[in-house]
């Protein structure tokens, strides 16, 4: 199958691109600079110049792909909406990467949210995530309105080392460096908030499954497990060999990390359950538990 993907020189996106040409697959990867073009070049990709401001750079690899991924962002309204316009009556598939901080609460770090989120629970967005909860919906619904498999694979944290050019993810390598800096690993508030999370050579898997059998207007909450933040940095500082971890209050954890990173990726709960992916794709993750990766096998 021909696959274009956006991203490709991106933790998510590059480790798609890469398994999808292990399975086979012909992958076009949008990249911005030449010297960029000559890396995933090295990775069997067939390198696009250009960035999601290029409509017609979009729409002419949509029209002659069979299918498109979009890795590059959760968020760009404008890209999407040519994606779809572009893939409108033909039938091809397009899937759209989210995070699930679009379930996200105001906890900061304070105490461990309930809810575990699969895709029938109905979803009250906070304010800054109700844009990207209304992207999603808007794909989704292009299956039935504009005649494409649309799909939205909606990924917890994601952990493990990348397979393309960048090797490392958002939330896991925040907390490191910042305890590498201070010699203190922090995390926001008293860290009782719970993300579920995912190793990314399953999330990559997870994307080829749902390439050839999701159907059209599916959406997949993607994990394999869950952890409160006071267990990832406790496990981060016993790595490093560093003393307990300390809390911080949020404004302190925003003036570090900026307030989308310390209130929603680091300071929320986020649980969802991925029991559609297994059930509907057969979807079998091989990874456990992100704690023992922070122990084990994390690459300092």
């Given amino acids: 199958m021909n696959v274009f993907i956006t991203g490709a020189t991106g933790f998510i996106g590059g480790s ?18 030449e010297a960029q073009a000559a890396q995933i070049s090295e990775l069997g990709i067939k390198p696009v110049l250009g960035d999601l401001a290029d409509g017609a750079v979009l729409t002419r690899e949509a029209r002659s792909a069979d299918a498109v ?17 572009a893939l409108s009556g033909m039938g091809k598939t397009f ?47 292009a299956a039935t309105e504009r005649g494409l498999r649309s799909i939205v694979l909606c990924n917890s944290m994601i952990y493990g080392h990348g397979l393309g050019l960048k090797p490392h993810s958002a939330q ?16 926001v508030g008293h860290g009782l908030n719970i993300w579920s999370n995912v190793h ?3 999330v990559s898997e997870l994307y080829l ?16 497990g869950e952890a409160s933040y006071a267990q990832i940095t406790a496990a981060i500082a016993e790595r490093l060999g560093l003393g307990a ?11 570090e990390w900026g307030a989308g990173r ?15 992916a297994r059930n509907e794709l057969g979807w079998k993750p091989r990874h456990g538990s992100v704690l023992e990766w922070i122990r084990t096998g994390m690459v300092l």
């Fill in 200 to 202: 990314m050579e399953d």
């Fill in 245 to 255: 971890p300390q809390g911080w209050p949020i404004e302190e954890a925003i003036g």
């Fill in 69 to 85: 991924i979009n890795a590059a962002s959760s968020d760009d309204l404008a890209a999407v909406e040519i994606f779809i316009d």
């Fill in 262 to 276: 310390a209130s929603y990726s680091l300071g929320s709960n986020s649980r969802v359950s991925s029991r559609r």
């Fill in 172 to 187: 896991i390598p925040l907390l490191l460096a910042q305890a590498r800096q201070t010699g203190i690993v922090r995390h």
């Fill in 16 to 33: 798609i691109a890469v398994r999808m040409v292990a399975a086979g697959h012909a992958v076009r990867g949008l990249v911005r600079t």
């Fill in 95 to 141: 899937i759209h990467t989210s995070g699930t901080s679009v379930i996200a609460d105001n906890a900061n770090g304070e105490w461990a949210g309930g809810t575990v989120y699969d895709e029938n629970t109905p979803v009250t967005p906070v304010p800054g995530k109700a844009q990207r909860v209304a992207l999603d919906q808007q794909v989704i619904r």
């Fill in 209 to 224: 499954l749902a390439l050839s059998h999701a159907p059209a207007g599916s959406f997949y909450y993607v994990e394999n």
